[in-house]
């Protein structure tokens, strides 16, 4: 944790298959890219983050990896595939990854999302506030794991064959207009109060 007299940072936490890099869509749900070539940023992503990153935002990517607990993929191609995450986004401060597989519902993984243990353990690391911090994905897990660690939350909908169940507090067709929403709601938040006459 910080010394005292260091103030808490807000962030803004970034699932990553469908908010930053293209998903690959089987049966209408997003799974990651199988190969390191296959991985590919969203045009907006790069700028947007840099913006965020300008209006004093920490940026930690939450990111579920289920099909290494799966054995389908090997850690190594995630692991690569963040290496190219850090050098096209310098901004991040943190990708935080579980490989849980998820497949016993009965046993709920602290850091695999809607927990919101990643959240949790990058906060403390970094000196967040999550008081003033947001959760931007693409899936129902996103929006319940944000709410679960205090944060607001930005949908961006891409018309996933899956219902949310809890409504964010935005939802957005594009990662550049949860961008927008997220530096339009700082702003506001630290205009001076107009004094009535």
């Known amino acids: 944790m910080p010394p005292p007299e260091s103030p808490l940072r807000p962030a803004v936490f970034l699932d990553r298959d469908g908010t930053l890099n293209l998903p690959v869509v ?41 099909d290494v607990g799966r054995g389908t993929l090997a850690a190594e191609v995630v692991e690569a595939q963040h290496s190219l995450l ?4 310098p901004e991040l401060s943190r990708i935080e990854v579980c490989y849980d597989s998820g497949r016993d519902p009965t046993v709920p993984t ?10 949790f353990d990058a906060a403390q690391a970094l000196g967040i506030d999550l008081k003033r911090s947001w959760m931007i994905g693409d899936r ?8 679960r660690a205090g944060v607001r939350t930005v949908f961006i909908d891409l018309g ?3 219902s949310l169940r809890s409504a964010p507090e935005f939802t957005v067709p594009s990662f ?5 929403v997220v530096l339009r709601e700082a702003q506001s938040a630290t205009r001076p109060a107009k004094v009535p006459h």
């Not at 129902?140 to 709410?147: E, I, L, N, Q, T």
């Open 26 to 66: 089987v049966h209408g749900l997003p799974e990651p890219p199988r190969s390191v070539s296959a991985f590919q940023l969203f045009p907006d992503v790069a700028a947007g983050c840099r913006a965020l990153a300008d209006a004093g935002f920490v940026l930690v990517v939450v990111t579920n990896q289920p």
């Open 86 to 89: 850090q050098q096209w986004i």
């Open 110 to 119: 602290p850091r695999r999302k809607p927990e919101p243990g990643m959240l």
């Open 140 to 147: 129902w897990r996103d929006v319940d794991c944000g709410h």
């Open 160 to 162: 996933h064959a899956e």
């Open 176 to 180: 550049a207009m949860a961008v927008a």
